[in-house]
């Protein structure tokens, strides 16, 4: 892999419905690059601004990671209430970006969490839009005998604990360098957290499943899906056992020392893996 300085810079897009969010992009450009765009979608803890999986991946390709609304300082939640506005608003972005960048390929989607169930969800109404599908530590299934603990009854400073196999890693990056003597910033933080989870609880409260498994079997997208070995949250036995069951097609890898927030704990051991997978598409 040649070495190369990677760009990144924030732009702001607006979909044909009219809702305009921001969106990271990272673009290394450099002499192996295959220019096969990646469009990745955050999960329910947001988009960071530093994300080293990011980074990796845009050594060999440009990404570009949209910010869903009320995850970033734009309004817009009224306009989407239920799976299929999600995603369809997840199409509408990559529609206005292959414009703008003057695409002449699909993009590869890498997905996390919640914006995996949507990723899935999109691949089953357009199988044919994406060349590769990347879920990492997807929701979306449901086992009864293994329910997914509910976020929305813990308290912030509970999630490191079912999020990170590190937790001060996430204490570090979920309070975003929070200065808990500052009552403003607390409030702030306060702020955002209620936005998002009641952004993200439109398709993940009660629980998350929407009945994707009724519709997985539209998906015929060749899928990688990436577990951390110590998810708490969405353990990989039983649901990587759910997933393959669901799409026969799929590959899975999971990743040791690594919880939910697979991608942020070992984001090398996940672009490894992946550029491996990707390098194949031309």
């Known amino acids: ?19 305009t969010g921001q969106v990271h992009v990272r673009d290394a450009r450099n002499a192996d690059a295959n220019g096969v765009p990646i469009v990745f979608f955050h999960g329910t803890v947001g988009l960071f601004d530093n994300e080293p999986l990011l980074d990796a991946l845009s050594t060999n390709h440009p990404v570009y ?55 899935a969800e999109m691949a089953c109404l357009s199988p044919t839009s994406m060349p590769h599908l990347v879920l990492l530590s997807p929701l979306g299934l449901w086992d009864d005998a293994h329910p997914i603990p509910d976020m929305f009854i813990m308290l912030p400073f509970e999630w490191p604990e ?7 890693l996430g204490t570090e990056l979920l309070t975003r360098g929070l200065d808990f003597e500052d009552p403003n910033a607390i409030e702030r933080f306060q702020v955002r957290n209620a936005r998002q989870l009641g952004m993200a609880g439109k398709i993940l409260f009660p629980i ?9 079997y539209r998906c015929t997208t060749p899928t990688t899906i990436v577990w951390g070995a110590q998810d708490k949250l969405t353990p990989p036995d039983p649901y990587r056992a759910r997933w393959g069951q669901a799409l026969p097609h799929s590959t899975s890898a999971t990743i040791e020392g690594a919880g939910h927030m697979v991608h942020l704990e070992k984001p090398a051991e996940v672009a490894d893996h992946l550029l491996r997978i990707l390098g194949a598409i031309a």
């Open 1 to 19: 892999m040649t070495s190369s300085t990677i760009t990144t810079s924030h732009t702001s897009l607006t979909t044909r419905k009219g809702l």
């Open 65 to 119: 990671a949209p910010v869903w609304p009320s995850f970033g300082e734009e309004e817009g939640e009224e306009a989407l209430q239920d799976m299929l506005d999600f995603a369809l608003h997840g199409a509408d972005l990559i529609a206005e970006l292959a414009v703008r960048y003057k695409w002449t390929t699909a993009p590869i989607v890498v997905a996390h969490d919640m914006g995996a169930m949507i990723a």
């Open 162 to 168: 079912w999020l990170f196999v590190d937790q001060a």
């Open 208 to 216: 998350p499943n929407r009945r994707l498994s009724k519709r997985l």
